[in-house]
């Protein structure tokens, strides 16, 4: 008799697929390497336990992850065939070589501003492609994003809504809430408010607003309310303001403001879709490649006082005048040569200041 889930599983699918080993990190799912027999190809097989197919309806599981299959993009991973064998609701995707973003954190804790900002840039701009076909993803947090080398890719486009709308009308009878059998559509910690509220009509700013969580951790090595209980989650993220990502760890002001903007309580107040933050994180990006190849102030270097540098080419200043009245007095030179050195000197510090000036802005002081 079988009774573990893999077994069963196994027996289900037959010869279409071989199961290999289970990947952790599923979630509500259980997720394992398969072979595929027909292309001979490694896929990740997903398959949800049967207490939760019991109460989903697999004709409106299916046109859901149909959908979500529309989504083509070099930062996404794309689901691959949805099914059911004995009961048992399972999808396919390509099994991507890499780590999640999960794995990472608990790994290394806070990133390097430069990694922040490549891997929130590739995540946006694949939530700009589907959200430009209809595509909400409603789940975007680590677990659920794949680092391939240099490279971000979003995984489970899709899935979120195809368990909310193939409930067999639970949705109803529970009023919006999450029901009684615990299953998630979302995850507390990077849920937006309305989202959190239960609110129907949500659209892709909510991912903005997971996006904006996702990023904070990155930062700082923790979520958002992060360390409560899940309805305390949900109550702050309707109704409480994230602590500055400034008081955590020194950052780029002009990346503190993308990601506090996305973290926004009303979505008219956030990025007004992910195209335009995708923007704001290129032009970050250009903007410390142009600092790296000019060799000047890099963008991820910890801010400075402009006043600060402005004393260091004083100090700088005033020695050379001493130095060269000192070398005058030596050679017995005529009283102009001290005198030329502190005109070029001070013609220097006009040029001086605005270098300095520049050098903070790009910091965002």
């Known amino acids: 008799m079988v009774t573990d ?14 199961l290999d080993r289970e990947l952790g990190g599923g979630g509500m799912s259980r997720v394992f390497v398969a072979q595929e027999g027909a292309l001979d190809r490694r896929v990740v097989v997903k398959v949800l336990p049967p207490e939760l197919t019991g109460t989903l309806s697999l004709e409106r599981f299916r046109r859901e992850i149909q959908l979500a299959a529309r989504v083509h993009h070099p930062h996404v991973v794309p689901v691959l065939l949805v099914g059911q064998a004995d009961g048992l609701l399972y999808y396919t995707m390509p099994y991507i070589e890499g780590e999640s973003l999960r794995d990472r954190l608990d790994r290394e804790g806070p990133l390097p501003i430069d990694d922040v900002i490549r891997i929130m840039r590739d995540v946006a701009d694949a939530l700009s492609h589907a959200h430009a076909l209809g595509v909400i993803h409603r789940d975007v947090k680590p677990d659920n994003i794949l680092l391939v080398r240099h490279h971000a890719l979003v995984t489970d486009f899709g899935v979120a809504k195809a368990l909310r709308q193939s409930r067999h009308g639970e949705e ?3 009023h919006g809430r999450t029901p009684s ?15 959190a509220a239960a609110d129907p009509t949500i659209d892709h700013r909510a991912d903005i607003y997971a996006l904006g969580c996702v990023a904070y951790e990155m930062l700082t090595g923790k979520p958002p309310f992060s360390g409560r209980p899940a309805q305390k989650i949900l109550a702050a993220q309707v109704a409480e303001r994230p602590v500055p990502i400034s008081k955590l760890r020194p ?3 002009a990346l503190e403001s993308i990601v506090m903007r996305c973290l926004e309580k009303n979505p008219a107040q ?20 142009s600092a790296a190849l000019t060799g000047s102030q890099p963008l991820v270097a910890a801010p400075r006082s402009m006043w600060r540098v402005i004393g260091t080419y004083l100090g700088v200043a005033i020695v050379v005048a001493a130095a060269a009245r000192l070398v005058r007095d030596l050679f017995e030179l005529p009283d102009w040569v001290p005198t030329a050195a502190l005109v070029l000197t001070a013609l220097a510090l006009p040029v001086v200041v605005m270098r300095a000036r520049r050098a903070t802005e790009r910091q965002g002081i």
């Open 270 to 289: 956030r990025w007004s879709d992910a195209d335009d933050l995708t923007d704001e994180l290129n032009t970050l990006i250009a903007r410390s490649m």
């Open 181 to 195: 059998h615990g299953m998630a559509l979302g995850t507390p910690a990077y849920m937006a408010p309305e989202q």
């Open 5 to 18: 889930l893999r077994d069963q599983l196994q027996a289900s699918l037959g010869d279409a697929y071989r």
């Open 251 to 253: 950052v780029p002001l």
């Open 172 to 174: 109803r009878r529970t």
